[in-house]
């Protein structure tokens, strides 16, 4: 098998680390792998497969000789990007840069692969909220057109980064203590107030926009419409953080155009790749995001006809949101590529 010279900008972070053990535990062909990130992290040491890699500080000619680029996330995507393009590199980006852009793909690999044919060096990662929810949604929409989708996600601190953890363990231990609880991080460093996430649930997830939505909760209307290739899909979602490690999970109303039968629908996603159904009340199995804590498939349940509303139902989605929903997912894309002959 043909091998690859692999770039990882973010090296050094939660999903920088994500792709070292997800290529090493999917034996992911590599020839060179060259580990990137800001020069405040820049001559850190990292040990992998049996050699120990020296952190390079991330600059415009960092990306000569490589094939693909994975980005972790953040800002400096925005920057390094082009720079990896015009090296002859593909980049698979995590960050929100270019979710959007016409000319960028935005690529969850089981639900819309071809897609990745349009790129033009850049094929953007989706928000790990809407990769885990269109991965229960696609073999749904398959069955009948989706009309209409209401969804309320329970969103963990590890979205914030390590930071997040750290606050949320401090926090507990602050309580336990009988001390104040010290917010510093959540909902988000840059932002005027913050409030303690343990025992507390913070119904704000990035900035608010005019129309009194946050970000997140755009970014999973906008980036579904946009996977799923219908823009006539009406969402409305709410995102809210909660004092939970790792894994998010999702409330999931959906409306189709037709009735389906539930059975038909548990088929359904129990055949679709990366999805396990966990739907047995009786014995109370059902996803939670404690289990599906650094797993790779998403995991759904709770599957119930909506009495309120024709050809509607609800169901609990869980999954882990820097494997699946960040990590894996950009790695997938690579794998896609390779094995389709289209790097």
Known sequence: MKKYNVAILGATGAVGGEFLKLIEERNFPFAELRLLASKRSAGKKIDFIGKTYTVQEAKKDSFEGIDIALFAGGSISKEFAPYAV??????????????????????????NPQAILKHKG????????????????KPLYDLARIKRVVVSTYQAVSGAGKEGIDELTDQVK???????????????????????????????????????YSKEEMKMVNETQKIMEDYDMRITATTIRVPVYRSHSE???VEFEHDLNLEDMKKALSAFPGVIVQDNPKKQIYPMPLYTSEKNNVYV??????????????????????????ALNTLQIAETMIKNGWL
């Open 86 to 111: 015009e090296a002859g590199a593909v980049v698979i980006d995590n960050s929100s840069a270019f979710r959007m852009d016409l000319e960028v793909p935005l690529i969850v690999p089981e639900v």
């Open 122 to 137: 850049i094929i953007a990662n989706p928000n790990c909220s809407t990769i885990i929810m269109v991965m229960a949604l």
């Open 174 to 212: 602050a309580q336990a203590e009988g001390k104040e609880m010290i917010a510093n991080i959540l909902p988000t460093t840059s932002m005027e107030k913050h409030y303690p996430i343990a025992f507390n649930l913070i119904p704000q997830i990035d900035i608010f926009l005019d129309n009194l």
């Open 251 to 253: 409330s999931v109303n």
């Open 301 to 326: 349940g709770r599957l119930r006809r909506d009495g309120s509303n024709p050809n509607t139902f609800n169901m609990w989605v869980v999954g882990d949101q820097i494997r699946k929903g960040a």
